[in-house]
């Protein structure tokens, strides 16, 4: 907002009024489909960028929990998940909803950070 930043990765959602206000230009969506609510937003592989990317959240709890406790956690937050409101909630806010249980969350925090960590390598910002 200050215009000391040029280039940033954000989400369109959360950027909506700053693109609106004409104070930043969306130039592309890491996604790998147009968002429906920017669909005049190309992707970077419609732009010849082989890359996608997405926005996650996620709870996680500390190594070695119980699995009872995982177990009542997960069931907690897939009704809070798929409950009307939560969806109505994210709907209207602009976002998707993607649910993982436990073990799929896991698998996919595991492959994000070697993906990730494989492009910080290759560009020299981690070892």
Known sequence: ????????????VENQTMIEAGRAKALAVMAEERDPKFPDVPTLREQGIDFTMAAWRGIAGPEGLPE???GELSCHL????????????????????????AEDFGAYLAEQDAEKGEIMRAAGLAS
């Open 78 to 101: 897939d009704g809070i998940v798929h409950s009307p409101a939560y969806e109505e909630f994210m709907g209207t806010a602009g976002f998707g909803i993607v649910w993982r249980g």
């Open 68 to 70: 009872d406790v995982v």
């Open 1 to 12: 907002m200050a215009g000391g930043i040029h280039v940033s990765t954000a989400s369109l």
